[in-house]
């Protein structure tokens, strides 16, 4: 625990604002040379093939199309369009057209674009305290009603918290039923009393409560509370009398605590308002937020690093941040009490930006009982899930927990409604994945956004791989603070033939001799398992947890096949029951299907863990994981960022990534799963390696990280080009010399001396504009066109020059708002024009033919043979739409037969047999049957439907801009539907409820539980006697999560009724100030 090498850097950060001088302008070289420096490709070669070119929308505001799981595994995301509570939604929108809604201009934007000022962040360095004791205050307790109220802790607690709480809570109070995870009983702070401790922190008492609300938690100030009631308590008192079998005293103790909670969330407002220094009763927050650590994480106390971070001047003064730990180091504490901050006492609302879709939803888990707690929504932006523009509400204030694309749009659409302002604080976690192809180029478009928009908003960003931090503090003009701190030792091995070695920086080749493995290997063994994955993995399984890394997909299947084949039938009886279950249940997520290597290696405790898995599967071998009953994964790379599943021992099989040497950077992140905090005491990781790697292995082990470089210009069609057109289409900077001034700013203009080597910034935004306008995306406004600027050779940078000013054009607008990649936008408007001319429309296949994505297309390698006898199964006219489209039986026939035919449009080919896959899915909606017809990875397939869904869904939206296309709307409105909901529709309102996924779904709506009213309103324990292998956890957090989302659609509608019978502010002859007391 030791925090010695915490260190604060100062810095002080320029933003350039200022147009640049044009002589120096001039001084720069041309011809351009755009070094990524770090060319990372995703994952594996297979990995990349779903990876990330596609794109998604979700509903008419301008939304990014890929999203995060992508990358991870290759998904598209479905979309919420034809979400669950489709009223709700209609009345949201009416709602949100009204005319007051659009009213609220805060214009300082775009006066802010021109400011002249420079910003300097300043930093003094606070002295670190002790840590901060998080111990629940035993007069705090009592007022609460914890200790005088007899209750099933349990039954008290769990009442409405998701899954992460509720698995916490059965592990503190019902370890008996628990199902066993061996690491959990080395959480010492698991099994310490979290019962009495003296507040080392003041906490403040209130003599004059405010008037609080009968059931939740918030502060009541609005006159409007009493015309709410009715509808309110209506709401409430149903689902509380629902719930009153489980909970008799819920109600009572629930009101004391929110009566206290309102009465603390007034003292921390008041408190950071006078004065910053003046803490409230924890952080300036209630003291309930730490009692609810205590009680949902099991975290007592604050590390010193994360006091001594909240406590910094600049952290308290609003100044953006920028920190660094190892993994592991416990970063997410600080930028929850931060987001707290905000939401609470600041009043605003706050975006949490995370790289993948699993994440986002863990995160969700974790936050909602907070949310519940304190007053204020969590709203998941991913996969399916967010409302563009976000739904305004009127009392609580929102957190939003984005994937990078849904946070791009969600903030395109906050500028679009001119609520920008309305955002408090954007926090993003893996903060390097800003240097990381498309996506981190869309990143980096949010941040520029948000900086050149919205002054009031703060930004703190997270990573544990950092490196050349400095050109990240200039982007974002942020304060840097980091630490070497790691709660748990990391040990780092090396494995030579029989030898381990120590990885350590003093020896003289950076390694030292450990010690020899001792294993007896036959020779039969030895030609098997040369690597000796199962002599590492046996020291460590089955009683504790083991991750390994595999170059490929088809690698982890193997490693886990072979090395279930050597493991002694001693490991069949581990927890032999409860693997029998598991197996039970990926039967019965997947119709009766298993996949034969997980059928030979669960009952030996391992699984397989790829994009090859449906999500279902994914979900339920991961919690089987985290619940001790798998003890062994073989995975991706795609495991280390994407899941929280920590291990007691990682091993690299190879240092490699596919074809790829591992770069330092993901070498730290795999290595960062082995011991995670309160989950295991020590953490080892081995990599194994062959002689011949040895010389790039100790260079990898001791070199710093990988630096990170703008993504945005080296991205081009999905970059700078996107950019551009968002920035006119939004009205941020609409004039050459305000773009470029944006283009300064960002995170490219900040490194533009080294990713640039022979053409200059101006020179690049000239260009990217003049390519849009070729394109027909952009025009220049007429009035300053006859000095013919951005023809070539005619640049100056005059000041004439900046004041030419470009609009969208329909295209471009078409473009921008169905989100489509750039470039492909030519494509498809050639294609849906050709459509125009003989649009086949006795089947659905050539409709998905127009809504396949290009992207995938392009990466995709038919099996010609499986071509042509999917082609001669297809009825004449379903035929005909290959014709339609250009391609002849004859040709599929040459090709399946093995000729080579040159002269022929692959992508047409390829995008055709993605047709029929998808075609013969929506026909028979089963994927496993699909998988083996065209022998695809489920996994993939599942990628392919979401992708088509979501492609579907941008061409309408780019058919909607454009008048000629006006008959594919109704279309493909309901294309997007079939596509989504290809899983029967019934099911959707229940899998809007996170963590309910299709086959769940499935049993669910069989047991008569058919709505998102059934399930919050379901009782857990006959839940578990219902539905076959539901255990008690997954039962409770299903009916807390149902209850979460049925109660922020309830708020919606609430806030709806008051905003319809409220004065416009409009109205004629009335001012402002007496309808706001109207
Ligand atoms: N003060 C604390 N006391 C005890 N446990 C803590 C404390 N702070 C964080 N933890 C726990 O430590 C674990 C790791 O924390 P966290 O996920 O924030 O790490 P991280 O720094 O974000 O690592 P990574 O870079 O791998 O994402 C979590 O289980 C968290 O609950
Ligand atoms: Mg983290």
């Known amino acids: 625990m030791d925090e010695g090498c915490s260190r604060i850097r100062r810095r002080v950060s320029v933003r350039k604002r200022n147009r640049p001088s044009l002589e120096s302008l001039f001084a720069a070289p041309t011809a351009a040379e755009l070094k990524s420096g770090d060319e990372e490709k995703e994952d594996e070669d297979e990995e990349t093939v779903s990876g990330s070119r596609r794109r998604k929308t979700m509903d008419v505001q301008p939304v990014e199309n890929i999203d995060s799981e992508e990358d991870m595994f290759g998904d598209y995301d479905s979309f919420a369009e034809n979400s669950f509570l489709a009223q709700v939604d209609d009345l949201e929108q009416k709602y949100l057209q009204l005319p007051e809604h659009r009213k609220h201009a805060t214009d300082h934007a775009i006066e802010d674009l021109c400011s002249e000022s420079i910003k300097h962040n300043t930093l003094s360095i606070t002295t670190v305290g002790d840590c901060t004791e998080l111990k629940i205050d035993e007069h705090t307790k009592n007022q609460s009603g914890h200790e005088d109220v007899s209750v099933d802790p349990e039954a008290d607690v769990l009442y409405d918290i998701p899954s992460s709480q509720v698995l916490f809570f059965e592990n503190l109070y019902n370890s008996s039923s628990d199902l066993g995870d061996p690491s959990t009983e080395e959480r010492d702070w698991n099994s310490s009393s979290h019962k009495t401790a003296n507040e080392e922190l003041p906490i403040n008492n209130v003599e004059h409560p405010q008037q609080t609300d009968e059931s939740s938690s918030k502060v009541r100030t609005s006159s409007d509370v009493n015309r709410r009631k009715s509808l309110k308590d209506h709401l409430k008192n149903t689902m509380t009398g629902n719930a009153k079998a489980q909970t008799p005293v819920f109600s009572r103790t629930k009101q004391l605590k929110e009566t206290l909670l309102s009465e603390e ?41 994360q006091h001594a971070c909240l406590t910094l001047n600049s952290v308290q003064e609003r100044k953006n941040l920028i920190y660094s730990l190892p993994t592991s180091g416990g970063k997410t504490l600080v930028a929850e009490i931060l987001m707290l901050q905000e939401l609470l006492c600041r009043r605003k609302d706050v975006l949490m930006i995370l790289p993948y879709v699993a994440i986002v939803q863990e995160k969700i888990s974790g936050l909602s009982s907070f949310g519940i707690e304190l007053g204020f929504f969590v709203e998941e932006y991913a996969g399916s899930k967010g409302k563009f523009p976000p739904i305004k509400r009127r009392e609580k204030k929102s957190l939003y927990i984005a994937t990078i694309e849904k946070g791009h749009s969600l903030v395109n659409s906050l500028i679009e409604t001119e609520r920008i302002n309305s955002l408090g604080l954007v926090v993003v976690d893996e903060l390097h994945m800003i240097g990381e192809g498309s996506r981190g180029a869309i990143l980096e478009m949010t941040l520029a956004k948000i900086l050149y928009t919205s002054k009031t908003t703060q930004i703190i960003g997270m990573s544990a791989t950092l490196n050349n931090v400095e050109d990240l503090q200039e982007f974002l003009q942020a304060e840097y603070y980091t630490s070497q701190f790691r709660p748990v030792e990391l040990k780092e091995y090396l494995k030579i033939k029989d030898a381990i070695y120590e990885v350590d ?43 390994v890394f595999c170059p490929t997909k088809k690698n982890c299947e193997n490693v886990a096949e072979m090395i279930c084949k050597i493991l002694s039938k001693e ?462 956890r997954q039962a409770k957090q299903i009916v807390s999560s149902a209850k979460l989302l049925l109660h922020e659609k309830a708020e919606a509608l609430q806030e709806e009724v008051e905003e319809l019978l409220r004065l416009p502010s409009d109205f004629p002859g009335i001012v402002a100030s007496s309808v706001e007391k109207a």
């Open 505 to 547: 920086s003093k020896a003289e080749n950076g390694m030292t001799f450990s010690r020899l493995l001792n294993y007896k290997y036959s020779d039969t063994l030895k030609k098997m398992d040369p690597d000796h994955l199962v002599a590492l993995v046996t020291e460590v399984i089955p009683n504790y947890s083991c991750l």
């Open 265 to 305: 969330i007034n003292v921390a407002k008041k408190t950071i308002e006078s004065s910053l220094d003046d803490l409230g009763p924890f952080y300036s927050l209630p003291s309930k937020v730490r009692d609810l650590y205590v009680q949902f994480k099991g975290i007592e106390k604050l590390y010193e690093w």
């Open 571 to 1032: 490991y069949l009886k581990h927890k032999e029951k409860e693997k029998h279950e598991v197996i039970k249940n990926l039967k019965n997520i997947s119709s009766g299907n298993l996949c034969p290597v997980l059928k030979h290696t669960i009952p030996f405790g391992v699984a397989y863990h790829h994009s090859g898995l449906t999500c279902d599967e994914r979900k339920l071998l991961e919690e089987a994981y985290s619940a001790g009953v798998l003890c062994l994964f073989t995975c991706t790379s795609t495991l280390a960022a994407g899941v929280n599943l920590p291990a007691r021992r990682v091993i690299l099989r190879a240092p490699y990534v596919a074809k790829e040497f591992l770069k330092r950077n993901q070498y730290k992140q795999m290595i960062g799963r082995a011991g995670r905090a309160g989950i295991d005491s020590t953490g080892e990781s081995i990599l194994i390696l062959q002689e011949k790697d040895k010389q790039q292995v100790l260079e990898l082990i001791s070199r710093p990280l990988e630096n990170c470089y703008s993504q945005l210009v080296q991205e081009f069609t999905k970059g700078i080009q996107t950019l551009f057109l968002s920035l006119i289409g939004l009205k941020i900077a609409t004039n050459l010399g305000d773009i470029y001034h944006f283009m300064s700013g960002t995170f490219f203009g900040v490194q533009q001396k080294i990713l640039l080597k022979e053409r200059s910034l101006w020179e690049i935004t000239v260009e990217s504009l003049r390519y849009l306008i070729e394109k027909g995306l952009l025009q220049k406004d007429t009035i300053l066109t006859e000095k013919g600027l951005l023809q070539k050779g005619t640049i100056h940078g005059s000041e004439e020059e900046f004041q030419y000013s470009f609009h969208i054009t329909k295209l471009g607008r078409a473009s921008f708002k169905g989100t489509i990649d750039l470039a492909y936008c030519d494509s498809l408007y050639k294609d849906l024009k050709k459509g125009l001319e003989g649009l086949v429309l006795e089947s659905l296949l050539h409709l998905i033919y127009l809504t396949t994505p290009y992207d995938m297309a392009s990466q995709c390698h038919p099996d010609w043979m499986i071509y042509f006898r999917q082609f001669s199964q297809l009825s004449p006219a379903e035929q005909n739409v290959a014709v339609v489209v250009g391609v002849s039986e004859n040709f599929i026939g040459k090709k399946a037969s093995g000729q080579a035919i040159r002269k022929v449009d692959k992508n047409i080919v390829n995008r055709l047999y993605l047709s029929f896959v998808l075609y013969t899915l929506l026909k028979e909606t089963n994927i496993w049957s699909v998988s083996e017809k065209f022998n695809m990875p489920r996994g993939y397939i599942q990628n392919l439907l979401s992708g088509a869904a979501a492609f579907s869904s941008c061409v309408l939206h780019f058919c909607e801009e454009l008048e000629e296309f006006w008959v594919y709307r109704a279309l493909l409105v309901e294309l997007t539907k079939k596509l989504t909901y290809c899983v029967k529709a019934e099911l959707i309102p229940l899998m809007e409820v996170t963590g309910v996924l299709e086959g769940r779904a499935r049993q669910l709506y069989n047991a008569g539980y058919k709505s998102l009213m059934h399930l919050a309103n379901a009782n857990p324990e006959v839940l578990i006697k219902t539905i076959d292998h539901l255990s008690r």
